[in-house]
Protein backbone atom coordinates (compact mmCIF):
# COMPACT_ATOMS: atom_id res chain seq x y z
CA UNK A 1 0.00 0.00 0.00
CA UNK A 2 2.92 2.07 0.67
CA UNK A 3 4.63 1.86 -2.12
CA UNK A 4 1.11 2.55 -4.28
CA UNK A 5 0.87 5.68 -2.57
CA UNK A 6 4.34 6.36 -3.43
CA UNK A 7 3.47 5.95 -7.18
CA UNK A 8 0.67 7.95 -7.01
CA UNK A 9 2.74 10.94 -5.11
CA UNK A 10 5.29 10.61 -8.11
CA UNK A 11 2.69 10.64 -10.92
CA UNK A 12 0.85 14.00 -9.38
CA UNK A 13 4.03 15.59 -9.31
CA UNK A 14 5.00 15.22 -12.44
CA UNK A 15 1.30 16.06 -14.05
CA UNK A 16 1.51 19.06 -11.95
CA UNK A 17 4.92 20.15 -12.78
CA UNK A 18 4.18 19.53 -16.73
CA UNK A 19 0.95 21.12 -17.05
CA UNK A 20 1.76 24.20 -14.99
CA UNK A 21 4.84 24.45 -17.50
CA UNK A 22 2.13 24.60 -20.16
CA UNK A 23 -0.13 26.66 -19.26
CA UNK A 24 2.39 29.74 -19.60
CA UNK A 25 2.74 28.81 -23.05
CA UNK A 26 -0.63 27.84 -23.82
CA UNK A 27 -3.25 30.73 -22.55
CA UNK A 28 -5.79 29.87 -24.86
CA UNK A 29 -9.37 29.88 -23.77
CA UNK A 30 -12.50 27.83 -23.94
CA UNK A 31 -16.04 27.59 -22.88
CA UNK A 32 -16.75 24.48 -21.74
CA UNK A 33 -20.41 23.56 -20.12
CA UNK A 34 -20.44 22.08 -16.50
CA UNK A 35 -23.78 19.34 -15.30
CA UNK A 36 -25.55 21.96 -14.61
CA UNK A 37 -26.77 25.00 -16.81
CA UNK A 38 -23.76 27.30 -15.88
CA UNK A 39 -21.19 27.40 -18.31
CA UNK A 40 -17.67 27.23 -17.05
CA UNK A 41 -14.60 28.75 -18.70
CA UNK A 42 -11.70 26.89 -18.44
CA UNK A 43 -8.03 26.36 -20.12
CA UNK A 44 -6.67 23.23 -21.61
CA UNK A 45 -4.66 23.20 -18.38
CA UNK A 46 -6.43 25.29 -16.15
CA UNK A 47 -7.28 22.74 -12.74
CA UNK A 48 -9.48 25.21 -11.37
CA UNK A 49 -12.14 26.82 -13.96
CA UNK A 50 -12.95 29.73 -13.12
CA UNK A 51 -16.98 29.67 -11.67
CA UNK A 52 -17.04 26.63 -10.10
CA UNK A 53 -18.53 26.10 -6.80
CA UNK A 54 -15.81 24.39 -4.58
CA UNK A 55 -18.06 22.61 -2.48
CA UNK A 56 -19.63 20.86 -6.10
CA UNK A 57 -16.81 18.90 -6.68
CA UNK A 58 -16.96 15.42 -7.09
CA UNK A 59 -13.81 14.43 -7.38
CA UNK A 60 -10.46 15.94 -8.14
CA UNK A 61 -7.19 18.01 -6.60
CA UNK A 62 -9.96 19.72 -4.80
CA UNK A 63 -10.59 17.04 -2.80
CA UNK A 64 -8.06 15.55 0.52
CA UNK A 65 -8.94 11.71 -0.83
CA UNK A 66 -6.32 9.60 -1.76
CA UNK A 67 -8.95 7.29 -3.59
CA UNK A 68 -10.42 10.44 -5.45
CA UNK A 69 -6.90 11.38 -6.99
CA UNK A 70 -6.56 8.14 -7.78
CA UNK A 71 -9.83 7.87 -9.33
CA UNK A 72 -8.81 11.34 -11.35
CA UNK A 73 -6.22 9.58 -12.97
CA UNK A 74 -8.05 6.22 -14.17
CA UNK A 75 -10.54 8.93 -15.85
CA UNK A 76 -7.76 10.57 -17.12
CA UNK A 77 -6.45 7.43 -18.39
CA UNK A 78 -9.51 6.70 -20.14
CA UNK A 79 -9.84 9.73 -21.76
CA UNK A 80 -6.38 10.03 -23.27
CA UNK A 81 -7.26 6.03 -24.94
CA UNK A 82 -10.67 8.08 -25.97
CA UNK A 83 -8.80 10.81 -27.37
CA UNK A 84 -6.64 8.65 -29.07
CA UNK A 85 -9.70 6.54 -30.91
CA UNK A 86 -11.28 9.89 -31.92
CA UNK A 87 -7.79 11.20 -33.44
CA UNK A 88 -8.37 8.12 -35.91
CA UNK A 89 -11.47 9.88 -37.85
CA UNK A 90 -10.55 12.11 -40.70
CA UNK A 91 -9.85 15.71 -39.95
CA UNK A 92 -10.52 14.97 -36.46
CA UNK A 93 -9.15 17.61 -33.91
CA UNK A 94 -8.83 16.61 -29.99
CA UNK A 95 -8.15 19.31 -27.38
CA UNK A 96 -7.81 18.04 -23.81
CA UNK A 97 -9.34 20.17 -20.86
CA UNK A 98 -10.54 20.23 -17.59
CA UNK A 99 -14.63 19.84 -16.78
CA UNK A 100 -15.53 21.49 -13.89
CA UNK A 101 -15.01 18.87 -11.35
CA UNK A 102 -11.20 19.00 -12.91
CA UNK A 103 -11.74 15.93 -14.42
CA UNK A 104 -9.74 15.56 -18.27
CA UNK A 105 -12.48 16.06 -20.63
CA UNK A 106 -12.31 16.23 -24.79
CA UNK A 107 -13.14 19.17 -26.88
CA UNK A 108 -13.64 17.41 -30.68
CA UNK A 109 -13.91 19.56 -33.97
CA UNK A 110 -13.48 18.40 -37.65
CA UNK A 111 -11.52 19.90 -40.65
CA UNK A 112 -14.80 19.66 -41.71
CA UNK A 113 -15.38 22.43 -38.39
CA UNK A 114 -19.47 20.22 -38.80
CA UNK A 115 -20.13 23.68 -40.88
CA UNK A 116 -22.93 24.79 -42.06
CA UNK A 117 -24.05 27.47 -45.02
CA UNK A 118 -25.37 30.89 -44.39
CA UNK A 119 -28.47 30.67 -42.89
CA UNK A 120 -28.32 26.71 -42.23
CA UNK A 121 -28.91 24.07 -39.92
CA UNK A 122 -27.99 21.36 -42.82
CA UNK A 123 -25.40 19.04 -42.13
CA UNK A 124 -23.19 18.36 -45.39
CA UNK A 125 -22.52 15.04 -46.34
CA UNK A 126 -18.87 15.42 -45.12
CA UNK A 127 -20.15 16.35 -41.70
CA UNK A 128 -22.43 13.19 -41.54
CA UNK A 129 -19.18 10.99 -42.68
CA UNK A 130 -16.81 12.32 -39.11
CA UNK A 131 -20.23 12.29 -36.88
CA UNK A 132 -20.76 8.40 -38.15
CA UNK A 133 -17.39 7.51 -37.08
CA UNK A 134 -17.51 10.00 -34.12
CA UNK A 135 -20.77 7.76 -33.18
CA UNK A 136 -19.47 4.75 -33.04
CA UNK A 137 -16.73 5.80 -30.20
CA UNK A 138 -19.64 7.21 -27.88
CA UNK A 139 -21.79 4.24 -28.59
CA UNK A 140 -18.87 1.89 -27.15
CA UNK A 141 -18.35 4.31 -24.23
CA UNK A 142 -21.91 5.13 -22.79
CA UNK A 143 -20.54 5.97 -19.68
CA UNK A 144 -19.38 9.79 -21.46
CA UNK A 145 -21.43 12.48 -20.62
CA UNK A 146 -22.01 14.92 -24.23
CA UNK A 147 -22.50 18.38 -24.56
CA UNK A 148 -22.55 20.03 -27.91
CA UNK A 149 -22.53 23.68 -28.70
CA UNK A 150 -23.13 25.80 -31.73
CA UNK A 151 -21.76 28.77 -32.98
CA UNK A 152 -22.48 31.51 -36.09
CA UNK A 153 -20.60 33.95 -37.86
CA UNK A 154 -21.21 37.62 -36.90
CA UNK A 155 -23.64 38.25 -39.90
CA UNK A 156 -27.66 39.41 -39.12
CA UNK A 157 -29.33 39.54 -35.83
CA UNK A 158 -27.74 38.44 -32.86
CA UNK A 159 -30.88 36.69 -31.29
CA UNK A 160 -31.23 35.16 -34.49
CA UNK A 161 -27.99 34.12 -35.14
CA UNK A 162 -28.32 32.03 -31.14
CA UNK A 163 -31.57 30.60 -32.20
CA UNK A 164 -29.64 29.31 -35.59
CA UNK A 165 -26.83 28.33 -33.54
CA UNK A 166 -28.83 26.14 -31.30
CA UNK A 167 -30.85 24.66 -34.36
CA UNK A 168 -27.06 23.67 -35.70
CA UNK A 169 -26.46 22.16 -32.12
CA UNK A 170 -29.24 20.25 -32.11
CA UNK A 171 -28.83 18.70 -35.69
CA UNK A 172 -25.54 17.27 -34.63
CA UNK A 173 -27.51 15.85 -31.57
CA UNK A 174 -30.71 14.07 -33.87
CA UNK A 175 -27.75 12.53 -36.49
CA UNK A 176 -25.99 10.88 -33.79
CA UNK A 177 -28.96 9.56 -31.84
CA UNK A 178 -29.64 8.40 -35.37
CA UNK A 179 -26.57 6.72 -35.01
CA UNK A 180 -27.30 4.74 -31.70
CA UNK A 181 -25.93 7.04 -29.27
CA UNK A 182 -28.45 7.34 -25.91
CA UNK A 183 -30.34 10.62 -26.22
CA UNK A 184 -29.50 9.95 -22.16
CA UNK A 185 -25.77 11.08 -22.97
CA UNK A 186 -26.31 14.27 -24.73
CA UNK A 187 -26.73 16.83 -21.46
CA UNK A 188 -26.25 19.84 -22.91
CA UNK A 189 -27.24 21.62 -26.21
CA UNK A 190 -26.46 24.94 -26.70
CA UNK A 191 -26.92 27.56 -29.12
CA UNK A 192 -24.28 30.59 -28.93
CA UNK A 193 -24.21 34.07 -30.82
CA UNK A 194 -21.04 35.22 -32.89
CA UNK A 195 -19.12 36.06 -29.73
CA UNK A 196 -16.78 33.31 -29.76
CA UNK A 197 -15.38 33.38 -33.27
CA UNK A 198 -12.49 30.93 -34.19
CA UNK A 199 -11.61 33.41 -37.31
CA UNK A 200 -11.93 36.69 -38.58
CA UNK A 201 -15.51 37.89 -39.20
CA UNK A 202 -14.12 40.13 -41.84
CA UNK A 203 -13.50 37.65 -44.24
CA UNK A 204 -15.73 35.05 -45.96
CA UNK A 205 -13.18 32.20 -44.98
CA UNK A 206 -13.16 33.43 -41.12
CA UNK A 207 -17.06 33.95 -41.46
CA UNK A 208 -17.41 30.02 -42.83
CA UNK A 209 -14.76 28.69 -40.30
CA UNK A 210 -17.38 30.33 -37.62
CA UNK A 211 -20.20 28.45 -38.55
CA UNK A 212 -19.22 25.93 -36.61
CA UNK A 213 -20.66 23.26 -33.71
CA UNK A 214 -18.00 21.66 -30.84
CA UNK A 215 -18.71 18.49 -29.08
CA UNK A 216 -17.35 18.32 -25.56
CA UNK A 217 -17.11 15.00 -24.25
CA UNK A 218 -16.67 14.29 -20.16
CA UNK A 219 -16.81 12.22 -17.31
CA UNK A 220 -20.66 11.15 -16.70
CA UNK A 221 -21.52 10.26 -12.87
CA UNK A 222 -21.51 6.63 -13.52
CA UNK A 223 -17.76 6.78 -14.72
CA UNK A 224 -16.72 8.58 -11.96
CA UNK A 225 -18.49 6.21 -9.28
CA UNK A 226 -16.98 2.93 -11.40
CA UNK A 227 -13.35 4.87 -11.31
CA UNK A 228 -13.74 5.26 -7.69
CA UNK A 229 -14.47 1.85 -7.02
CA UNK A 230 -11.32 0.46 -8.82
CA UNK A 231 -9.31 2.86 -7.19
CA UNK A 232 -10.46 1.40 -3.22
Not at 80 to 100: C, F, H, P, S, Y
Not at 173 to 183: E, G, N
Not at 210 to 217: G, K, P
Request: proline share 3%; glycine share 6%; charged share 20%.
Amino acid sequence: MEKRYCLIAGLLIFTFVIHGCRSLSNPSRVEMPDSGSRTVVVSPWVRQPVGMDKTKSIIGFGTDSIVDVYAEIIIGRKMNKLAAQVATIEGARVDTMRDASHLKALLVTFDSGILFPIGESTLNSKSKTALVNLAEILVSNPTLDISITGHTDSQGIIAVNQKLSKARAQSVADFLQSQSVAASQLKEIIGKDSSAPLRDNNTSIGRAVNRRVEVYLYASKQMIEEAQQLAK
